[in-house]
C-alpha cells in the first residue's frame, strides 16, 4: 500500500511557480496510475494531473498548460511542476493512486498563491 509524504509547497505570488514532490513509500514504480490532487478551503478535493509508468500524462483543464507531473520509478517519486500559478490554485495537494485509495492520503502540501 502507497504511503505518499508530499512536500514542496509554500506561499508564492500569482505569476509564479512551485515543485511539488511526492515521495511514496510501499513502491509507487509498481502502480501504474498515480496522480496529484488538490483540496481548497471549502471545496471537496479535486484530481489535478495523472501520470501512468508509460509516462503518458493527463490534466484538468484548469491546470492544462501550466502544470507538469513527471515521475522516477527508480526513485518513487510523482512531482508536479507549477507555474504561472493563480489565486485559484490555493489550496492542499495531495498525491495518491488513480484511482484513489482511501487509505493512501498523506498530509498534503499547502500551496498559497497570494499577492
Known amino acids: 500500500q502507497v504511503q505518499p509524504v508530499e512536500a514542496g509547497g509554500g506561499l508564492v505570488q500569482p505569476g509564479g511557480s512551485l515543485r511539488l514532490s511526492c515521495a511514496a513509500s510501499?513502491?509507487?514504480?509498481?502502480?501504474?496510475?498515480m496522480g496529484w490532487y488538490r483540496q481548497a478551503p471549502g471545496k471537496g478535493r479535486e484530481f489535478v494531473a495523472g501520470i501512468r509508468r508509460s509516462g503518458r500524462t493527463t490534466y484538468a483543464d484548469s491546470v492544462k498548460g501550466r502544470f507538469t507531473i513527471s515521475r522516477d520509478n527508480a526513485k518513487n517519486t510523482v512531482n508536479l511542476q507549477m507555474n504561472n500559478l493563480r489565486p485559484e490554485d490555493t489550496a492542499v495537494y495531495y498525491c495518491n493512486t488513480v484511482p484513489v485509495n482511501p487509505s493512501s492520503w498523506g498530509q498534503g502540501t499547502q500551496v498559497t498563491v497570494s499577492s
Open positions: 510501499g513502491g509507487s514504480a509498481g502502480i501504474d496510475f
